[in-house]
């Protein structure tokens, strides 16, 4: 009988099969070990992941024993590339499957989810990465992203999958097909531009900087959008909503930054929580505080410890991967 579908985003879907790979390569240290049980201890979706695997491994018996040992030496031992090696040995496990293990947040089903592990380019959280593509079109994968590249004589197409991605399209050498950028919920034409789309839950959002984009919705209720440069707009599988103007700093993920102009801490550390293994928690009784600057997204302990140095607040560590900010100690 096939297990129900969990609930677990594609970010959480990846720490979860780095653990097991890690736990099954019979090289483990026991400090590893202690930060895999903190792990699963830091949220209740991490264990949710890691019941699902355990569930599904004892179909191959075992996570230490058995068909499941057997595949990833046998993998380790192959000529494949790691991520491959990783990717095939996933599938045996069924932990890519039906089941439903990568049912995201961002509305992805257990299908879209497994694409998403096999994705031809990839991002862990609070991983960002730059691809040249053949046509001279530059694309950079935000934290926790997942695009596929379709490029032939017929077609230019990005398949984004999960997470964000910037594109600087190019001129499409050796081929006269538009660049075009699928999500969920449609696909976004360049027309000569920078631009980027984000995959959120039920929903896409588009970011113009240069130029225009065209968005046309999957099931075209809404018609085709042009979108200018410095304007962003959101759009379901029906229809588009109204262009909105862009923040000065929404393209400030790509060089590494994090900036805000007064904003709430909740707000701030939700949008920090994307590039960050783990649960950050806001306090309510400091959730209101405000705060600006610049922030290197490359650090992210280092931005959590610098906020007592300008809000009242402490920043306590639970675990590695548990974090709460809470009001400071009042002075004994």
Not at 73 to 90: E, I, M, Y
Not at 297 to 313: E, K
Request: proline residues 4%.
């Amino acid at each position: 009988m096939r297990a129900p579908p969990v609930a677990v985003s594609v970010a959480v879907a990846q720490q979860a099969a780095d653990w097991l790979t890690v736990l099954m390569s019979d090289e483990a240290s026991e400090a590893q070990r202690a930060d895999w049980l903190r792990w699963r201890a830091a949220d209740a979706e991490h264990e949710r992941a890691w019941q699902h695997i355990e569930a599904m491994s004892r179909r191959f018996g075992g996570l230490h024993g058995g068909a499941a040992t057997q595949a990833l030496k046998q993998l380790d031992r192959s000529d494949k590339p790691a991520g491959g090696r990783r990717r095939q040995l996933l599938l045996w496990l069924g932990v890519t499957g039906g089941a439903g293990l990568l049912a995201a947040h961002a509305g992805l089903t257990p299908w879209d989810g497994a694409r998403a592990v096999l994705a031809d380019y990839r991002t862990a959280t609070g991983e960002r990465r730059e691809l040249a593509l053949s046509d001279g079109s530059r694309v950079s994968l935000n934290t926790a992203s997942a695009v596929n590249v379709r490029f032939d004589g017929g077609q230019r197409l990005l398949e984004l999958l999960a997470g964000e991605i910037m594109v600087s399209s190019g001129h499409g050498a050796g081929s006269s097909a538009p660049l075009l950028v699928a999500t969920h919920q449609g696909v976004v034409r360049a027309l000569g531009t920078r631009f980027a789309v984000r995959q959120q839950d039920g929903s896409s959002v588009v970011s113009v900087f240069e130029s225009a984009v065209e968005i046309r919705p999957q099931q075209g209720e809404g018609g085709v959008l042009y979108l200018a440069a410095g304007h962003s707009a959101t759009f379901s599988r029906r229809s588009h909503g109204a262009p909105q103007r862009l923040g000065g700093h929404a393209d400030a993920w790509a060089r590494g930054q994090l900036i805000v102009d007064d904003v709430t801490l909740g707000q701030f550390l939700a949008e920090l929580a994307r590039y960050r293994p783990g649960v950050i928690d806001c306090m309510p009784a400091v959730a209101h505080l405000r705060l600006s600057g610049v922030f290197p997204l490359a650090d992210t302990d280092r931005i959590l410890h610098m906020l007592p140095n300008s809000l009242p607040v402490q920043v306590r560590s639970r675990t590695r991967w548990w974090v709460t900010v809470e009001p400071a100690a009042e002075p004994g």
